[in-house]
């Protein structure tokens, strides 16, 4: 799946939102849980910023950014 597959998955589980490099489009899940990013190991899939302002995100759960070499832009949180 890859690193930034999964953090964006789990981001979005979360009800977050996610960002990728070279695209316009803020990814989140769909009301019924479907997640709208591939499955499976994409090298064009490299977030570049996170919202988790609509999130219980927890401290704990930063360890999903630590293999995120490209996030370039501010992790939102309010």
Not at 24 to 29: F, L, P, R, T, V
Not at 42 to 52: K, T
């Amino acid at each position: 799946m890859g690193s930034n597959i999964a953090a964006a998955e789990m981001i979005m589980l979360w009800g977050g939102r996610v960002k990728f490099v070279d695209d316009d489009i803020w990814y989140k899940s769909y009301s019924k849980g479907d997640i709208p990013i591939p499955k499976e190991y994409n090298p064009n899939y490299i977030v570049e910023a996170v919202d988790l302002s609509n999130t219980q995100w927890m401290l704990e759960s930063m360890e999903h950014f630590r293999m995120l070499m490209k996030l370039v832009t501010d992790i939102i949180l309010s």
